[in-house]
């Protein structure tokens, strides 16, 4: 028996609304909703491998600010974003910090980088 789920398209502001049947055996069959091809390789990956770009802050030793801004450098797993969430509120790093520096490399073994999403300095 096939089955259908709806999605909203969150690659560009647009917003088409995805409708995704699958196959017995999970297979997507058909995608339909889409303006343009990146909506239906969005709606492939969101039921094959969802992912979302994580942001949050880190603790900074000794800088001008206390924390400093950082992102997953690509999407990570949906499914491991509480964990990355975990692994990144342990983490205090010394300023200075650079923007794109990478904070944590393969966070919770995901292939992804943790880097920082702004230059921070050292306090004087
Ligand atoms: S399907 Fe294409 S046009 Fe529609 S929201 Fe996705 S990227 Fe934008």
Not at 34 to 50: L, M, Q
């Amino acid at each position: 028996m096939s089955e259908e789920r709806k999605f909203i398209c969150v690659s560009c502001p647009l917003g088409c609304g995805l409708t995704v049947t699958l196959d017995d055996s999970g297979e997507v069959v058909k995608v339909e909703g889409n303006t343009c091809p990146r909506g239906a390789s969005y709606a492939r990956s969101e039921v094959k491998d969802p992912r979302r770009v994580f942001a949050s802050t880190v603790r900074v030793k000794g800088g001008k600010l206390p924390v400093c801004p950082v992102r997953s450098k690509t999407p990570a797993p949906k499914g491991k974003l509480f964990g990355i969430a975990e692994e990144v509120a342990r983490l205090e790093v010394e300023a200075p910090v650079k923007i794109g520096q990478v904070l944590i490399h393969n966070v919770c073994g995901t292939d992804v980088d943790i880097v920082a999403s702004r230059d921070l300095a050292a306090a004087v």
